[in-house]
């Protein structure tokens, strides 16, 4: 029988489909690419595979925007290639998550069609459709139902000119959202998850799922939100960000989908603004709604006011702060996930550590150490494990994603400063995340025999997963190193977390706790030598460590020293 908590000692890894491995040279990746390569995402050890949507879709937001939940996109190739996905991956011991992306459709799905056909229809209200606002002229605009902005600039309603309605979309237009008040609409998805289980699927990761839920009135009504700065719209989050019927939505989901089948499943909500106090309810397993959620405290922490793009540092102490307070907040109820980036964030190395040639590879790796070694289950993006950096874009015409290319025009139309707004981009946009996978040192890394569909790294030259292949100093040795060790460790699962140097602007340092065993981590995350006096952990044995002579606890760290001591 298998632990209900397995999960606890797993480390998840992510693929994102169309930058991973491209078979047929058409310059995206698709799922023979990923069957390709699928040793070396056994080599890592990891225990699970998230992989990002590769449903039938338009692709206005590469694959986000479903236009058929149950078929893969001819792109990424066929069901019988998920199939061997499966199978490929089950043979080697790996699950498979799949993305669960049910806030919204594409516009282009059979569901809106027939919902957009009428006002009549059957499914109109499968979707949020709202009048103009009254006296306001329709399809001007300050007429759409309330002020609440879109996630990619500009208003979140839609004006249908031939049912004389406004449609709702928190993403682009293209992403209709679904109305979830609606007991059909949640039985179809709770249907379509359950044909994906009978498929062999191990689990999901439910996009934007605390978005599920809209603060509506007995009426139907929909309220505004405070004005943004700046802006004519409003921030319409307080209305749908963990609205009122969300954690009976999730409940109903797992009673409906995963409650009394066989198997070992893993579920994550990924939950942008959500609280810990939330979170406690969410992951609560007595309450029975996710496993775990994906949090989004540490990676707002440098954004200023204007939201992402508005740049601002990131201190050390604060990204502490944050996660320490998580792992508290969680230890006696709940369960964290841990991630430094996935396809919508910077690159871990450019953003929390140093991607200098002289740095890049041991502060891949100390950062590696870090979030490894907390409690939780990692997750692991495509590159990171070869230290992947941010693209040097040069120009706008090099991006492909939505949300970049929508900020920089709306920027423009606004008359603000488009200089900051590119700078923002390049350091907070998501195609950072987004170039092909780095395999070799050929021309375009090995992703493709064709034309990429986003710039290859210049870098790949030098870091790529062949250079690494067979070196035991590798950032790839040593994420192989880590994931070994969660598995071979129950301190590392299981154990207490106690922060160490709360202050401390430089160091990272903690111990983990569990049935007599001690660990504890000490990590230097900045590029010159920081003094550090730990006592009493002399005589203790050296886990693992980013350097080949590690110095322990007291003296003097160097850059990006790392080490994890057990006693
Ligand atoms: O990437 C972001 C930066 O602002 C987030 O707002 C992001 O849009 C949010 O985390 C939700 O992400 C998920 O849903 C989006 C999709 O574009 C992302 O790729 C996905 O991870 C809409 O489906």
Same mark, same amino acid.
């Given at each position: 029988s298998i632990e209900p908590d397995w999960w606890k000692s797993a480390v998840v890894y992510q693929i994102y489909p169309r930058s991973f491995a491209d078979s047929n040279g058409d310059g995206v990746g698709d799922i023979p690419g990923i069957l390709s390569r699928l040793d070396h995402v056994a080599s890592l050890g990891v225990d699970v595979v998230w992989l990002s949507p590769v449903y039938r879709s338009p692709m206005d937001d590469n694959g986000y925007d479903i236009s058929d939940y149950e078929d893969v996109d001819p792109l990424f190739g066929s069901l019988a290639d998920l199939d061997a996905l499966i199978a490929g991956l089950h043979e080697r011991g790996i699950k498979l998550v799949m993305d669960l992306v049910v806030n919204h459709t594409s516009d282009e799905h059979a569901w809106f069609v027939e919902s957009r056909s009428s006002r009549e229809s059957p499914k109109r209200d499968w979707y949020w459709w709202r009048p103009a606002r009254e006296g306001a002229v329709a399809g001007q605009p300050g007429a759409e139902p309330t002020n609440w902005a879109s996630f990619f600039s500009g208003p979140a309603w839609h004006w249908d000119e031939a049912t004389g309605e406004y449609y709702l979309h928190l %993403?682009?237009?293209?992403q209709p959202d679904l109305n979830w008040e609606n007991p059909e609409v949640r039985q179809a998805v709770y249907a379509m998850m359950r044909r994906w289980l009978d498929r062999g699927v191990d689990g999901f990761r439910m996009d934007v799922v605390n978005l599920l839920s809209k603060d509506v009135g007995a009426d139907g009504s929909l309220r505004d939100g405070e004005a943004l700065p700046g802006q004519a719209l409003g921030d319409g989050t307080p209305f749908y960000m963990g609205g009122p019927r969300i954690h009976e939505f999730l409940h109903e989901m797992h009673m409906e989908v %995963?409650?009394?089948?066989?198997g070992a499943f893993l579920t994550v909500g990924e939950m942008p603004g959500v609280t810990i106090e939330q979170a406690r309810l969410f992951t609560d397993a007595e309450r029975r709604e996710v496993d775990m959620v994906f949090q989004f405290e540490h990676v707002d922490l440098d954004s200023g006011p204007a939201g992402k793009f508005d740049l601002a540092p990131m201190d050390l102490v604060e990204l502490k702060t944050s996660l320490n307070r998580w792992q508290e907040g969680l230890a006696d109820v709940g369960w964290n996930s841990l991630y430094w980036n996935n396809h919508d964030q910077p690159r871990a190395v450019s953003r929390f550590g140093d991607d200098s040639p002289q740095w890049r590879t041991l502060s891949a790796k100390a950062l590696g150490t870090v979030l490894h070694l907390h409690r939780g289950t990692p997750y692991v993006y495509q590159g990171e494990e070869i230290g992947m950096a941010n693209m040097p874009f040069t120009s706008d015409t090099e991006l492909r994603d939505i949300e970049s290319i929508r900020h920089l025009a709306d920027v423009a139309a606004r008359h603000e400063d488009t200089d900051a707004a590119w700078q923002g981009v390049l350091v907070k946009g998501r195609d950072n995340a987004r170039t092909p996978m780095q395999w070799d040192a050929s021309t375009n890394a090995g992703f493709t025999t064709g034309d990429p569909w986003l710039g290859v790294n210049p870098d790949h030259a030098s870091v790529n997963v062949a250079a690494q292949q067979d070196d035991p100093d590798s950032v790839l040795a040593h994420y192989r190193r880590l994931v070994a060790l969660r598995h071979d460790e129950p301190v590392v699962a299981h154990g207490d977390f106690t922060m160490l140097l709360p202050e401390h602007p430089r160091l990272y340092v903690f111990t983990r706790d569990h049935d007599g065993v001690e660990l504890l981590v000490v990590a230097n995350l900045c590029s010159e030598d920081t003094e550090i006096g730990i006592e009493g952990w002399d005589d203790a044995e050296v886990l693992l460590g980013t350097y080949q002579d590690p110095r322990g606890a007291s003296g003097i760290l160097r850059p990006w020293e790392a080490t994890v001591l057990r006693r």
């Open positions: %993403f682009s237009r293209k %995963f409650a009394g089948r066989d």
